[in-house]
């Protein structure tokens, strides 16, 4: 999974003018009054061969790198500020419970990931194939053997690894120690006792 983020340094361009440059695998949102995209490569839609040049047609530029930190975005880890107001911590606790069916992980971790990192919840559907089809499609549902044995295996690698890339610092994403069908980010016990 690979996510570019790159913010808009051209100070006249508007949202809307950047969306229209845009393919489906990228997104354009706004955070503290700068414009930033982000998205991930599929086929020939690549962020260096496409959207950068794409935009610079446009005379629309862009810069990798954080203003404030000057590290590339999607190096940083630590977090100046600026950095943390475009990567805000997910939500801790639970996310999931009381089930261990397929489409109810699926529905309430991509439901989770929507919501918090657009981005990646659109290369985690792309990389999905025919699974995340029949989820969209809501088919998974009607338990078919065929469909859920693709989506189980979407669940546990795809979706699970983009769940586990978000974990807060100290967290763990999983099951709960005390409770195995409550899904969600839970402290990681430093005592080893
Ligand atoms: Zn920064």
Redesign the pocket.
């Known amino acids: 999974m690979t996510i570019h983020t790159a913010r808009v340094t051209t100070k006249t361009a508007t949202i809307e003018q950047v969306k229209m440059y845009l393919p489906s695998n990228y997104r354009a949102f706004d955070v503290d009054e700068e414009i930033f995209i982000q998205g991930f490569d599929a086929a020939g839609w690549t962020f260096n061969d496409y959207i950068v040049p794409r935009l610079a047609s446009g005379m629309i530029f862009l810069t990798t790198e954080?203003?404030?930190?000057?590290?590339p975005?999607d190096e940083?880890d630590?977090?100046?500020?600026?950095?943390?107001a475009?990567k805000p911590d997910v939500p801790t606790g639970s996310i999931s419970h009381g089930t261990h069916r397929t489409v109810d992980l699926l529905d309430a971790f991509l439901g989770f990931l929507e919501m918090q990192r657009p981005a990646l919840y659109d290369e985690v559907l792309y990389a999905g194939g025919d699974a995340a089809q029949a989820w969209r499609l809501g088919w998974l549902h009607d338990d078919q053997d065929v469909a859920l044995a693709a989506a189980d295996e979407w669940l546990s690698e795809d979706v699970w690894s983009a769940m586990e890339s978000i974990a807060p610092a100290g967290h763990t994403f999983g099951a709960h120690e005390g409770d195995g069908a409550d899904f969600g980010y839970w402290p990681i016990d430093e005592d080893e006792d």
């Open positions: 954080c203003e404030e930190c000057t590290v975005y940083h630590e977090g100046c500020d600026a950095c943390v475009l």
